[in-house]
């Protein structure tokens, strides 16, 4: 899958969040909250971590921040984190702001995990990213390096289970297997189609010949 992870947050308090696979992508994005400026900040920023990026949305105090895969540029994650803002506003409303740590979890990380399914794998996000793209903030976003970030001394790890690449795979593999099945199915049904009036043919020529004309006079006196 193009996007692994996805939370939400006010300030540093994480009010919903979801993971495709096993990872630290939480306790990175954690840090990256407390790093962030100001909660009346609005932002628009990338950080990468080895072949990892993730990237922030915050506005109006709401902060939506995803983990993608490099190659999935930043107009499709930007799509999703505005996706994503705009279906939590809707959603919660005032309550954004009052509401205690991880209190919409269980309802919206099935929303967030269903849009990290779309935008990752369906080809029509990427279209519907073009245009969402267009918008300056993504093309003026600055991308850096989390270790710069964090301020660590160490080098920061990311540790990212291999099986999500599988899933994205395995995802699309069955969307391939399904079209795959259905282009089968239509081919016989077109090649029963065609070998029934083959027969029927042969059927009525052979008895054309038999009753001694094409009207079949012989066998129907």
Not at 57 to 63: A, E, I, N, P
Not at 92 to 102: C, F, T, V, W
């Amino acid at each position: 899958m193009a996007i692994l992870y996805a939370l939400l947050a006010r300030g540093s308090v994480v009010l919903s969040e979801f993971s495709a696979t096993s990872t630290n992508a939480s306790s990175i994005a954690k840090q990256i909250l407390e790093k962030l400026p100001g909660e009346d900040v609005d932002s628009h920023v990338s950080y990468s971590q080895d072949r990892y990026v993730f990237h922030v949305k915050r506005t109006d105090g709401l902060t939506v921040l995803c983990m993608a895969d490099e190659n999935s540029g930043r107009s499709v994650p930007f799509a999703f984190l505005e996706e994503i803002h705009q279906r939590f506003v809707r959603t919660y409303g005032r309550a954004i702001h009052s509401a205690q740590a991880y209190s919409m979890n269980d309802e919206f990380s099935r929303v967030l995990s269903q849009q990290m399914e779309y935008y990752s794998n369906d080809p029509n996000a990427d279209r519907v990213s073009r245009i969402k793209g267009e918008m300056t903030q993504v093309r003026n976003v600055m991308i850096e390096n989390i270790d710069k970030v964090l301020d660590r001394g160490e080098r920061l790890e990311l540790l990212v289970d291999k099986t999500a690449n599988m899933q994205g795979n395995t995802f699309r593999f069955r969307k391939q297997a399904r079209r795959f099945r259905t282009v089968m199915w239509w081919r016989n049904v077109k090649l029963t189609i065609a070998l029934i009036l083959i027969l029927a043919v042969v059927v009525y020529v052979a008895m054309a010949f038999v009753c001694h004309g094409p009207s079949l006079p012989s066998c129907f006196k």
